[in-house]
């Protein structure tokens, strides 16, 4: 299960730091990934990273600017949210998956969403 949470409203330029708590034992054998929604469009992907936290990767549009990070003492993936944009406005979700390639594309495992509106 997924429990993403920290969402709000921040002006533009401002940061914002989402979490994704996950539960069960095995969290470390497991990619996660963040992806945001817009209402009216498809639902896109942001950043992932991978299990023990070696890898990540992020969409062009938020490279510099978010951070993807993992916590396995807490079983918690972080996305620290820099320099936000009106157009980052969205529902964003984390997600989960044994294989990194795939949490970038159809992750097997959603959270609930969380919303970040980012005001100009």
């Known amino acids: 299960q997924l429990q993403a949470s920290g969402g709000g409203l921040v002006q533009a330029g401002g940061s914002l730091r989402l979490s994704c708590a996950a539960s069960?034992?095995?969290?470390?054998?497991?990619?996660m990934g963040w992806f945001r929604q817009v209402p009216g469009k498809e639902r896109e992907f942001v950043a992932a990273?991978?299990?023990?936290?070696?890898?990540?990767y992020y969409t062009d549009s938020v490279k510099g600017r978010f951070t993807i990070s993992r916590d396995s003492a807490e079983n918690t993936v972080y996305l620290r949210m820099n320099s936000l944009k009106p157009e980052d406005t969205a529902v964003y979700y984390c997600?989960?998956?044994?294989?990194?390639?795939?949490?970038?594309?159809?992750?097997?495992?959603w959270g609930q969403g969380t919303l970040v509106t980012v005001s100009s």
């Open positions: 990273i991978s299990g023990r936290g070696a890898s990540t």
């Open positions: 997600a989960a998956d044994l294989a990194y390639v795939r949490v970038q594309q159809r992750p097997e495992y």
């Open positions: 069960g034992r095995t969290f470390s054998s497991y990619a």
